[in-house]
Structures are given as structure tokens and as C-alpha cells.
């Protein structure tokens, strides 16, 4: 994702609600010194005052909380985005970072003149001022949010405090309907099932050969994290399957998990770059379109998109023509030391 893709989706958050949650917060905050102050003048008042102007100040706190919970909840949504758009620009602008000094570093083993050290500088400066201005636009946001709530922890949290749901009253004398006692009907395998997707870094596994094991019969799926990080390799997603859409595959029970490894893009020739490109569970575009994942000087715009799926890695061509093993495809299911090419470039695919 270029910079100013991130940048427009930056601006796109939502942040109607933070000026409201600002203002219910500091009134939260007087009323919290008053109470304050109180204890340390109650001997001066009478006990009926005392309690009168204490529970005055009790409900009107209440109720501000009570304003707050639906605000922060559309602002913990917003939140959400914002963190995963401020992950990336925090790695993108490390990325560049980590360029600029292995350039310099090239440069002291003499693999540059200082003509083209110049240039080669020049060029990563301005990508990494660019990122650093698209970091600095992410964690202005992220201020505006924290400080529309007590803490950062609060901002994190899922469900706020005060917005809990009353537990039901029970019923003294409940009728108990038989047909509700009945097991729910088997999945048949040509209804919906949802499966989970995981890739696997390497060093995950032991023997990259090795046949998966199926699960259990009735295994307890892992907790989603609050707010997933972005490009995680490790990160785990739902998938729809419908029948037929997976390539002939057998369809999953709703409680199966299908490991996918994860692949990457292994440069070929200096068209290639010299960058290995990790492909995971998100769609990898290529093209030489700034917004594009994998960029390639002299490849249409949008040249081709590799996305996973239950039967593996597909690559498509999106208009500018795509080569697997020298032979022209359309679409093909990605093998472990396919050769890609993508325009003047060349790539090999690698999983595991």
C-alpha cells in the first residue's frame, strides 16, 4: 500500500465522536474533583447536605458515562482501523529505514561510485520522508483517541465499563419447549462451513513435507485478538467456503482448520528487485501502479494479483500477460519452484 493510499485512508476515519467524548470526559473529571473535594469538607456541612449534594453529583456522573458508551464504542471501531493503518506505517517507514542503511553499508564495501551513492540516497530520503510524514498524520490520530478517554487501556478495552448488559431475570416456573432439547442436524458438505486460514512461518515447521493432521473432533477455537496487527504472518482469519468455489475440494466441517504455509517471491533477475516479497492471506497485487505490493518497473499498472484460497496460492492475470514456466497462463494454482514472470521480471515461488 503506497503512502498515499495510507494517508487517504487515514483521513477517512471517522473522528466525529471525539470532540463530544472530550467534553463528557472533563465534565467526568470536575465532578471527580468535587467528590474530591467534598470528603475533606464534610465535617463543615450537615450530614443530610452532605449525602443530598454527594448523590447529586453521583447521578449526573452516571449518566455522563451513560452518554459515553455508545461514542466510545464508535470510536474503539475507528480506533481499530487506525491501529492497523499506524502498524503499517510504523513498519513501511522502517522498512526504509533499514534501506537506506544497507545502502550505506554497500557504499564502505566499495559496490557504489559516489555518483550513484548520491542518487541511491537521494531516492530512499524521499520514500522515508514520505513514510515518516504518513507515521506522523497515523500517530496524531492515535493522540486524538487517547485523549478522548481516561486511559489507553480504556481506548483498548472492548466492551466499556458502564455498557455491560443486565443479567437476565430468571423465570420461576420455566417450560422448557422439547424441541429445543433436540441436537442440531449434521452439516451436510454442500452447505456454508467456516473455516479457519493459517500460514505457518518456517521455522514453524518441523518437516515442510509432513502431512498436516486432522483436528479433533471438537476443538475450541482460539480467541480473536481485539485488533489484529497487520500483514502478521501468523494471523488467522475466517474464510467463507461455498461449494464448488474451492477448486473441486472437499468442503470442510465448520469446525476444521486448514493450514495454509506461507510463500514467498523470490527475485530472479535485477527486473525483480532485489526485495523477497512475503505472500500470505491478503491478495498481492503486482504491477508497477504505486499502490501495487509488489512493484515492477516496466509491468502494467495492475498486471497481476495472487490471492489464497482452500486449494493453495492463484496467481491471475489482470490484462498484462503472465508467464509460469515460460508457458502463457491466465490463472494457475502456484507450485512450490514455479517460475513467474511478471513483464521483464522474474521471480520464483517458494513455500515454506
Not at 85 to 92: G, N, V
Amino acid at each position: 500500500m503506497s503512502e498515499t493510499a495510507i494517508s487517504e485512508e487515514l483521513a477517512a476515519i471517522d473522528t466525529s465522536v471525539l470532540d463530544e467524548l472530550t467534553r463528557l470526559k472533563q465534565e467526568v473529571e470536575t465532578l471527580d474533583d468535587r467528590l474530591k473535594a467534598m470528603e475533606e469538607k464534610k465535617e463543615s456541612v450537615a450530614q443530610a447536605v452532605y449525602q443530598r449534594v454527594k448523590g447529586d453529583y453521583e447521578s449526573k456522573r452516571k449518566q455522563l458515562d451513560k452518554d459515553a458508551a455508545p461514542l466510545k464504542d464508535k470510536a474503539r471501531q475507528e480506533y481499530a482501523k487506525l491501529f492497523a493503518l499506524l502498524s503499517r506505517s510504523e513498519a513501511d517507514h522502517e522498512a526504509a529505514t533499514l534501506d537506506r542503511e544497507e545502502v550505506e553499508f554497500r557504499h564502505t564495501l566499495g559496490e557504489f561510485d559516489q555518483e550513484e551513492f548520491d542518487r541511491r540516497i537521494a531516492e530512499i530520503d524521499q520514500r522515508v520522508q514520505a513514510k515518516a510524514d504518513v507515521r506522523e498524520q497515523a500517530q496524531g490520530l492515535r493522540e486524538r483517541f487517547v485523549a478522548a478517554f481516561r486511559s489507553e487501556e480504556e481506548l483498548n478495552s472492548k466492551v466499556a465499563a458502564g455498557n455491560k448488559a443486565e443479567p437476565a431475570t430468571p423465570l420461576s416456573n420455566p417450560t422448557v419447549d422439547p424441541a429445543s432439547t433436540q441436537p442440531p442436524p449434521a452439516q451436510t458438505p454442500s452447505e456454508e462451513a467456516t473455516v479457519q486460514l493459517k500460514t505457518l512461518k518456517p521455522e514453524q515447521l518441523a518437516d515442510p513435507n509432513a502431512t498436516i493432521p486432522p483436528p479433533p473432533s471438537a476443538p475450541t477455537p482460539p480467541p480473536a485478538p481485539a485488533i489484529p496487527a497487520a500483514g502478521d504472518p501468523g494471523a488467522t482469519q475466517a474464510m467463507r467456503v461455498l461449494k464448488g468455489s474451492n477448486g473441486g475440494v472437499t468442503p470442510p466441517r465448520a469446525d476444521q482448520t486448514v493450514i495454509i504455509r506461507g510463500a514467498r517471491l523470490v527475485p530472479q533477475n535485477p527486473e525483480a528487485g532485489k526485495l523477497t516479497h512475503t505472500v500470505g492471506l491478503k491478495p498481492v497485487s503486482i504491477g508497477s501502479g504505486e499502490d501495487c505490493d509488489v512493484r515492477v518497473a516496466g509491468a502494467a499498472s495492475k498486471h497481476a494479483e495472487i490471492r489464497v484460497s482452500m486449494a493453495g496460492y492463484t496467481v491471475s492475470d489482470l490484462g498484462g500477460g503472465v508467464r509460469i514456466n515460460g508457458v502463457v497462463v491466465e490463472q494457475h494454482l502456484m507450485r512450490h519452484d514455479d517460475v513467474l514472470e511478471i513483464g521483464p521480471a522474474r521471480f520464483t515461488f517458494r513455500e515454506g
